[in-house]
């Protein structure tokens, strides 16, 4: 009999065993590298749209301390999102001339100084201040974020990627009003803020070391086209907030409203004749992507225009403190982190007329809902309003910026992206300052100044969603007939389709 060294049968085994961990840990090193970019795209999204929310709930605290009126509580949150909105077109015009990644980084850079001011505010002007060049951060960082994903991914990893990126975009927002309660009763509101400097570091290194960087495009900028938009949505903003402050017939609020008209005015002009215009000319006969803008500024108008006012409500005639007033707010953000978790990927194969615009009248159906306070005049009758807005948003969130990029040319995708969601900060922006209009800082038992918000944010809501509904549907149907006649069309774009529209 031979007799076989121990360590001759042993070493095999070993080197097998070893041999196949390496691979385990190989395959798993890459699958952990590809999706990087994506993990780098969600948190940057993620730290912006918090800092939509996060002061919702914080208001009356941060306005004791500051000693802040009702109309700079107000400023607070718009001075952040109109300063997004109105600038997220021109961010994206300026990244393809300078490079997405390169802007990103840069805007990522200047949030992280705007927070930390934010933090450190002694008066609430400066507040405001430190909030605006957030927003102007924030405007740089939300217009390269999508473009950046779709150089990284292609396919159905590219479909899959826009999916996980609207769920996070849509949860930052709910998660930052449940949040900002809570770290500023337990911590203080300062807090808010100063807790998530080490994020926006990490941030910044993971995109730096993840994200590809993009060639610079010799391309003209649309000054003009910037400027009257940028200055279009600020004057709207703020002849809402004035003239709820100071009568409709003030003026002021008359030459906000002024100065709005002849800027939209000058915007239409100069991109129908522009060089190089922000948004094309092209993309206003497009009627899908009509609808959609329709859907993305209807849904977050109805779902989130209220919370600022509604958080008053429960702080003052409700008698709940800043942690008990973000449990209540934080109905809407589970229910739309379960609905969008769980049944997006099936939303996915419903018609966006059916999907977007349904989901969008669902919104509206919600926000009627909150009509039971007149009944039952507690913070309770609320709660169906909270679960069925959240319910509906966490649909729509996750399809909306596929759909958009898929409705136009692929050249025109960014734009197409950058474009839905400056729609939807500005039904943010403009609805936050509409509701609180209507509300008009009352801290009183009555249930009619929370029911009247919600009220007008169930009929923006409601138009929205038909309309936008019909313009999917419509122009599906001509689409339709496009891609029967070419087959020849780009594969890179046609995961994206067909994750994101289906015919009816």
Not at 127 to 139: D, N, S
Not at 271 to 296: H, K, T
Not at 421 to 429: C, I, S, V, Y
Not at 451 to 459: E, G, H, M
Request: proline residues 4%; charged residues 10%; contains cysteine.
């Amino acid at each position: 009999m031979v007799m076989v060294p121990l360590y001759k049968t042993i070493t095999p085994r070993f080197l097998s065993m070893t041999t196949t961990r390496r691979i385990g840990f190989s395959r798993y090193r890459t699958a952990h590298q590809h999706w990087q970019p994506l993990i780098a795209a969600c948190l940057g999204t993620f730290l912006l749209l918090v800092y939509t929310s996060v002061v919702t709930a914080a208001l009356p605290v941060i306005g004791t301390a500051l000693g802040a009126s009702y109309t700079a509580l107000q400023w607070i949150v718009d001075s952040f999102t109109v300063a997004l909105a109105g600038l997220l077109l021109a961010c994206g015009a300026v990244s393809d001339a300078l490079g997405r990644k390169r802007c990103y980084l840069v805007g990522l850079a200047v949030f992280t100084v705007a927070t930390a001011a934010c933090g450190l505010a002694v008066s609430v002007g400066m507040l405001i201040a430190a909030r605006a060049v957030q927003g102007v951060a924030g405007a740089a960082m939300f217009a390269t974020i999508l473009p950046l994903v779709g150089l990284s991914y292609t396919g159905g990893d590219r479909a899959r990627a826009f999916a996980v990126w609207g769920t996070v975009a849509g949860v930052a927002s709910a998660v930052g009003i449940f949040a900002g309660g809570v770290i500023a009763q337990l911590l203080g509101w300062r807090w808010i803020f100063l807790c998530s400097l080490p994020i926006c570091v990490v941030a910044l290194v993971l995109g730096w070391v993840s994200l590809r960087t993009d060639q610079r495009r010799d391309t003209a900028l649309d000054y003009p086209g910037m400027l009257s938009f940028s200055v279009a949505a600020t004057a709207l903003t703020y002849a809402v907030i004035t003239g709820g402050d100071s009568g409709w017939g003030a003026p002021s609020a008359l030459a906000g409203f002024l100065i709005a008209a002849l800027a939209i005015a000058v915007f239409v002009r100069v991109e129908r004749v522009g060089a190089a215009p922000i948004l094309s000319p092209e993309l206003f006969a497009n009627r899908q992507l009509s609808g959609v803008l329709l859907v993305a500024f209807g849904y977050y108008f109805g779902t989130f225009g209220a919370l600022p006012v509604l958080s008053l409500w429960l702080q003052s005639a409700g008698g709940l403190g800043p942690l008990a007033a973000s449990c209540v707010l934080g109905t809407q953000m589970v229910v739309f982190i379960l609905a969008s978790s769980t049944l997006s990927a099936r939303w996915q194969a419903v018609a966006p007329s059916r999907a977007l615009g349904g989901s969008t009248v669902l919104i509206a159906v919600g926000c009627v809902c909150a009509a039971t306070v007149f009944v039952v005049p507690s913070w309770a009758a609320l709660l169906p309003a909270l679960i069925i807005t959240g319910f509906g948003a966490g649909i729509v969130s996750p399809i909306f910026p596929a759909v958009a990029m898929s409705s136009v040319p692929e050249r025109l995708g960014g734009t197409a992206g950058a474009a839905a969601n400056t729609a939807r900060q500005l039904g943010l922006a403009w609805g936050v300052a509409l509701c609180a209009t209507m509300f008009g800082g009352h801290a009183t038992t009555g249930v009619t100044d929370i029911a009247a918000p919600f009220l007008a944010c169930a009929v923006v809501a409601l138009i929205s969603g038909i309309v936008g509904g019909l313009l999917l549907r419509h122009h599906r149907v001509a689409r339709a007939a496009t891609d029967a006649v070419a087959p020849h069309r780009d594969s890179r774009t046609s995961a994206c389709n067909t994750a994101a529209v289906h015919p009816d």
